[in-house]
């Protein structure tokens, strides 16, 4: 494995370029935290492994871009998937279109965002760690093709709390990586529940978006 | 040169700072301890804080060589807290404000502790870990505010390891988490447990309902000791906010970690965020007991802060708030 | 014989896979005999599950992975890779979908470790003809059997190509047949 290229070094694992018989290829390795106790360390990282390759696979049944997986290495604790060609994150093309003022882009982009959330929802797909680092898209404005990627912390949980604190913990990675971004998150979360179908659990899950927000507001905080 | 005292009393303990231009002069504190299985009311909490507040006072202003009249500032604990035991200590400080004629400075507690923390370590902007019986948050500073990046969902991980400790009924002498993390060292079998991390957010209740439902049964059987339960119990919570400060370090591009608040000065987490943080390359600054335990000088030192930046509290907003969120503060004295 | 494809596999180098189509043949009977005796040693896939090389291909390269970790659900690598192409945990229901059946007119053949092209020699020989065109796989399959059999849903069809699907599929194969609901 000498010809794969460190492409990028993260918290919990490596990513490396490879070619997989031909086609382009990112390999995702977890590696170990020392400052976990081994038995936790091993759990979760068996337990993430598993949860992003689920919820991968149960997106795509419910027609969400994600890459392909090739191969799941259990020895190494790997996953070699699909290396998406030209992507950009979320994170940059918004950073790059609020620098243009083109709002036009940023409003499909929530459009979509939207869409692809509340596709993901009504497939009771949690996937616990939303950042606009976590989505990466290709193609041209008014034709967005929006991949989710690293559901290492998903579950799958038909209950509105937990869609409601999918969407509050995007809120705050999304607000912290965009400053003055409330109105854009708003659209998100107006295209969310515009293409949520079951209208009284769509009112369930912003219920308690708001509501675990106010928890946060309003928790007494003793000591 | 500013002579700043603070007033802190947001929990069971009552604390009476003295700070000069960052030099910490006396930081006396009186406890209030619980029997064990019981936590602390806010009534009794406030009683206490008003039976000791006069001897907490004198014991300050003695150890420091201070007169009252060399004082600056007067500085108190606005909130966050339990609401008596906040008002009987804003009380004290608005009297000897009124009396020595000094003007006051409202404090956010947390802030507190941020601004004591970088005081005594001498980090420049580090991410914050703030762990207490009341907070847990991730925080780091942008654009004139403390912003929490991550924080629980919850309830805190203090509350959730005091709440724990009464399971075991231990003693809250010194602090319940204190004897847990005495205990923790003798454990050796790891039990698996909820571990809930949500982006930057954990969550502990469901972990807290876990422990305590199973507790009886497996120390009963003697499947686990109280010694192992607390050792598991230390390191899954512990894991799951050093996994989120990491997060919070990576999202920041920071290579600092200042860990503060009454959890803070466990041994255990900070080593396991010395292995993280020296991972990353980075540094971790922590303090000890005398620091990361509500005590005075904190909020003397942050009121210190505030005031060389030109702010007092008029007299009539010297009012206490239960909830005041460590990021509604402009941060006035940083760029 | 220049139509087959011969590749090593990226995480153990001494080992190889050997894909070869034959798509226009007699019968399949003599060379299932020769399977079930163990005188050839080799995978025999039903073709109309299969879309493209690249599928067997992920499914031989789990399936030596598998050999190689010890562990495998079934008793050689050849039987493995039928077992990890197909979506069942059943293993002799994976044999009836994937497995070419006696009176098939085509096979898709892949054989690991084929020293010297020895087994593919002795297949020809069996079969009395040379390999197609690898590229002729996927006009030799049922799209709506393979759609119905790994139970693919309309908005992954209509959002992936049909190769990525199987891809995805065989990869994570235990992970999404085990613990349902679970995360």
Redesign the interface.
């Known amino acids: 494995m000498e010809s794969r290229k460190l492409l990028k070094q993260g918290a919990e694992a490596k990513l490396y370029l490879h070619d997989f018989y031909g086609r382009p290829c990112i390999i995702k390795e977890r590696f170990q935290k020392q400052y976990r106790h081994h038995t936790l360390d091993s759990m979760l990282t068996n337990q993430r492994i598993k949860s992003e390759v689920r919820a991968n696979l149960r997106c795509r049944m419910a027609g969400i871009l994600t890459p392909t997986i090739f191969m799941v290495n259990f020895q190494d604790n790997s996953i070699y998937m699909e290396e998406i060609q030209d992507p950009i994150t979320a994170k940059q093309y918004i950073t790059d279109m609020s620098a243009q003022g083109d709002s036009s882009s940023l409003l499909m982009l929530a459009e979509v965002i939207g869409q692809t959330l509340s596709k993901m929802h009504a497939g009771n797909i949690i996937h616990g760690d939303l950042t606009t680092s976590n989505m990466l898209l290709q193609g041209n404005p008014s034709n967005l093709r929006l991949f989710l990627i690293d559901f290492g912390l998903s579950s799958f949980e038909a209950s509105a709390e937990d869609k409601g604190v999918d969407l509050y913990v995007l809120e705050r990675a999304f607000l912290s990586s965009h400053p003055n971004s409330q109105e854009l998150f708003n659209t998100i979360l107006n295209s969310y529940q515009a293409a949520t179908k079951n209208i009284k659990s769509c009112k369930e899950i912003i219920a308690k978006l708001e509501e675990v927000r106010m928890r946060g507001r309003k928790r007494t905080m003793i000591g | 040169m500013v002579i700043a005292i603070g007033f802190e009393g947001?929990?069971?303990?009552l604390g009476v700072g003295i700070v000069k231009d960052g030099v910490v002069l006396s930081n006396p504190r009186h406890t209030y301890i619980t029997p064990p299985g019981q936590g602390f009311l806010p009534k009794d909490t406030a009683k206490h804080h008003r039976d000791h507040a006069l001897d907490v006072l004198q014991a300050a202003l003695e150890e420091a060589k201070i007169k009252p009249d060399e004082i600056d500032v007067i500085c108190y604990t606005k909130g966050?807290?339990?609401g008596a035991p906040l008002v009987s200590t804003a009380l004290v400080a608005r009297t000897v404000a009124q009396l020595w004629k000094k003007p006051i400075i409202a404090v956010n507690?947390?802030i507190g502790h941020i601004e004591m923390g970088r005081l005594i370590t001498g980090a420049v902007n580090p991410t914050v870990l703030y762990v207490?019986?009341?907070?847990t948050q991730v925080i780091a500073y942008s654009?004139k505010r403390y912003?929490?990046?991550?924080?629980t969902?919850?309830i805190?991980v203090?509350n959730c390891l005091d709440r724990f400790a009464r399971v075991l009924k231990l003693s809250n002498d010194p602090s319940p988490g204190y004897n847990i993390e005495q205990l923790a060292k003798k454990g050796k079998r790891?039990l698996?447990m909820p571990?809930v991390?949500?982006?930057?957010?954990v969550s502990f209740s469901g972990l807290l309902s876990y422990i305590e439902e199973k507790a009886p049964l497996l120390l009963e059987t003697n499947e686990y000791t109280p010694e192992d339960l607390c050792f598991s119990l230390q390191?899954?919570v512990f894991?799951m906010l050093?996994?989120i400060t990491?997060?919070a370090m990576?999202?920041c591009g920071s290579q600092e970690v200042l860990i503060v608040?009454?959890v803070g000065c466990n041994k255990r987490l900070q080593d396991?965020?010395d292995?993280?943080v020296k991972?990353r390359g980075a540094t971790l600054y922590a303090t000890d007991e005398r620091f990361c335990i509500?005590n005075g000088a904190m909020i003397a030192q942050a009121g210190w802060e505030m005031f060389k930046t030109g702010l007092v509290t008029p007299l009539q907003e010297t009012t206490c708030t239960?909830?005041?969120?460590t990021d509604e503060v402009e941060v006035t004295w940083r760029d | 014989m220049a139509a087959y494809q011969k590749v090593t596999h990226m995480l153990y180098p001494d080992t190889s896979v050997t894909l070869a189509l034959f798509a226009n043949v007699e019968s399949c009977k003599n060379l299932r005999k020769c399977v079930m005796e163990g005188t050839v040693e080799a995978a025999l896939l039903k073709t109309a599950m299969i879309v493209d090389s690249f599928q067997v291909l992920v499914a031989a390269n789990k399936a030596i992975h598998l050999y190689h970790t010890k562990s495998m659900m079934t008793k050689n690598v050849h039987s493995e890779i039928l077992y990890c192409l197909s979506p069942s945990k059943n293993i002799s229901e994976s044999f009836r979908s994937f497995g070419a059946a006696d009176g098939e007119t085509s096979v898709f053949v892949a054989i690991v470790n084929d020293a010297e092209d020895r087994t593919l020699k002795k297949v020809t020989n069996i079969l009395g003809r040379e390999p197609d065109s690898l590229d002729l796989t996927s006009t030799l399959s049922d799209k709506k059997l393979i759609a119905k059999t790994y139970r693919l849903t309309d908005d992954e069809l209509s959002t992936f190509s049909l190769l990525d699907t199987l891809v995805s599929r065989v990869a994570a194969k235990e992970i999404i047949t085990a613990g349902k609901g679970q995360s």
Not at chain 2, 10 to 13: D, L, Q
Not at chain 2, 132 to 135: A, E, H, K, P, R
Request: hydrophobic fraction near 30%.
């Open positions: 947001s929990a069971n303990k966050p807290g339990m507690h947390c207490s019986g009341g907070n654009e912003r929490i990046f991550g924080e969902i919850d805190a203090g790891f698996e571990y991390v949500k982006g930057m957010d390191e899954t894991a050093i996994e990491e997060r990576a999202h608040g009454g396991m965020m292995i993280m991972e509500d239960q909830r005041y969120r």
